[in-house]
Nanobody, 118 residues
């Protein structure tokens, strides 16, 4: 069974940084994108970032570009999301994802809470 396990969430002050990690197991992730979604209370789940198998990173949100950096280690089946200059609006549950289509992932982690104090 494929499992994705996030870690690294927590409480941080505005302007601080967090590094989320994702460990994937139970499958072969060749040609899979690994990435991150987030969901804040009362809001729709939104795509944050993804790293393709090739290592190319994808960012769609203007609010994320320049502050967040995604990456992966294919040999270790791990992914990360470095979040800098955090803002209260970044507060959400962050989910690690995997699949051939990063905008509609096949697999999801359980999520890790990120709270940015205002």
């Amino acid at each position: 069974q494929v499992q994705l396990v996030e870690s690294g969430g927590g409480l941080v002050q505005t302007g601080g940084s967090l590094r989320l990690s994702c460990a994937a197991s139970g499958g072969t992730f060749n040609n899979y994108a690994m990435g991150w979604f987030r969901q804040a209370p009362g809001k729709e789940r939104e795509f944050v970032a993804a790293t393709l198998w090739s290592g190319v990173n994808i960012y769609d949100l203007d609010s994320v570009k320049g502050r967040f950096t995604a990456g992966r280690d294919n040999a270790k089946n791990t992914a990360y999301l470095q979040m800098n200059r955090l803002k209260p609006e970044d507060t959400a549950v962050y989910y690690c994802t995997a699949g051939p289509r990063y905008r509609n992932p096949d697999y999801w982690g359980q999520g890790t809470q990120v709270t940015v104090s205002s």
